[in-house]
């Protein structure tokens, strides 16, 4: 059940019906402070779609959106960086907001970035710069964090530490989180619901729900046995943003 203090966006059969076809329809769901939502599903499924419908990126759509909240931070699937230049973190961190030094470091340090603040950009591992990303997002402490695809150009352990980051961030900051991925065996245990989708909501709910629907298996049915082994696996190292394995 919602919990309607603490709800951020709400959504009912909305969907996006542009050049005579639909993007996406009937989607509905709810993002509330300290909840992960998961959209997954193939390409052209309508995620980001979805995603910019709880941005309010569309000014003409069908169904309902109510959005409680202006504090919104969004880290694109894809950004566009001139990597000739020599930019560092701390300038990138500022190129579109001035933040104070406080917010700059208290973002990176949440997000294991801290020690990066004056390598330039160029020289960063993926993980490295998915982190910068968020800490970017993050530094002015949004209600709501949108993930597109936040693991582009991370090895599959590597993926995993940056989950477990996005899981930390919510508990964090108490902000509500809407993440695009392709991979649920990967978010499964970091997310709270899950909607999967194929141009409408094919199933939604937990993690081991949606896992088990038919509808999903139908979808991603070579990967659903990775699925559950990989939800119970116990971890007795970490993984580093650059793919390495730290025993803890």
């Known amino acids: 059940m919602e919990n309607k203090n603490n ?51 569309y ?73 910068v990303l968020m800490a970017r997002a993050i530094a002015k402490k949004p209600d709501l964090l949108v993930l597109d695809e936040p693991v582009q150009g991370v090895d599959f352990t590597g993926e995993i530490e940056l989950y477990e980051l996005i899981k930390k961030i919510s508990e964090t900051l108490k902000c509500g989180i809407l993440l695009i991925s392709h991979n649920l065996h990967v978010v499964m245990s970091k997310t709270d619901h899950v909607v999967c989708l194929n141009g409408h909501v094919c199933c939604s709910g937990t993690p081991i729900s949606v896992a088990n629907n038919k509808k999903y298996q139908e979808l991603f049915g070579e990967d659903v046995s990775k699925i559950l082994s990989i939800y119970e696996h116990k971890h007795d190292h970490k993984h580093g943003v650059d793919g390495s394995v730290e025993e803890n």
């Open 59 to 131: 000014k003409n759509i069908s169904g309902k959106v109510e959005k409680y909240t202006k504090k919104i931070a969004y880290v694109p699937q894809k950004i566009s960086i001139d990597w000739t230049l020599p930019i560092r973190v701390f300038d990138f961190m500022n190129l579109t907001s001035d933040l104070q030094n406080n917010e700059t470091n208290d973002a990176l340090e949440i997000t294991g970035a801290k020690h990066l603040i004056n390598n330039d950009l160029k020289s960063l591992s993926g993980g490295e710069f998915q982190r």
């Open 7 to 57: 709800l951020l966006v709400k959504m009912e059969n909305a969907g996006v019906y542009l050049n005579n076809k639909w993007l996406v329809k009937d989607v509905t769901l709810n993002i509330e402070k300290g909840k992960i939502i998961t959209l997954i599903g193939p390409n052209g499924s309508g995620k980001t779609t979805t995603a910019k419908i709880a941005l309010g990126l």
